[in-house]
Each structure stands twice: as structure tokens, then as C-alpha cells.
């Protein structure tokens, strides 16, 4: 699987657990019993985009983000 995969398959999962964590809010079990099963689907796909991003970093795929400085103000001095 690549990383674009897992992260649209894990996107897909948030939004099933989010959709089923509604109904368990209004009294359904069944809905309650697949929240409980989804997170543990969740956390497995969550396992596996994590081996995947950082093995992309390291070959370069992922862009990284450079951190920009941002000019520091200097205190007007009290008369």
C-alpha cells in the first residue's frame, strides 16, 4: 500500500467511525459495538501510514516544510 492509499483509507475510517459515534450518542449498540471495532481497524491503518511517511521522508518523497524566522521586535526603552 502507499501513502496515499492509507491515508484516503484512513480518512475513510474517520469518517465511518465519526458517522457511527452519532448514533451511539442517540442509543444505538450496534452503532456503539462498530465505533469500538472501527478504532481498532483505525489504529492499525494509523500504524502502518506512520511506517510509510517516515520511509518516505527518509527517501525523499515527502516535502519537508522549512521553518521560516520571523524578525523579532525590539522593546522600545521606557523614558
Given at each position: 500500500?502507499?501513502?496515499?492509499e ?58 519537508k ?15
Open positions: 500500500m502507499g501513502l496515499k492509507t491515508s484516503s483509507l484512513l480518512m475513510k475510517l474517520l469518517e465511518d467511525c465519526q458517522k457511527n459515534l452519532q448514533k451511539a450518542g442517540g442509543g444505538n449498540k450496534a452503532a456503539a459495538q462498530r465505533v469500538r471495532t472501527g478504532t481498532i481497524k483505525l489504529e492499525k491503518v494509523a500504524k502502518v501510514y506512520r511506517k510509510e511517511s517516515v520511509s518516505a521522508e527518509k527517501k525523499g518523497i515527502v516535502k516544510v522549512a521553518k521560516t524566522k520571523k524578525p523579532v521586535k525590539k522593546a522600545k526603552k521606557k523614558r
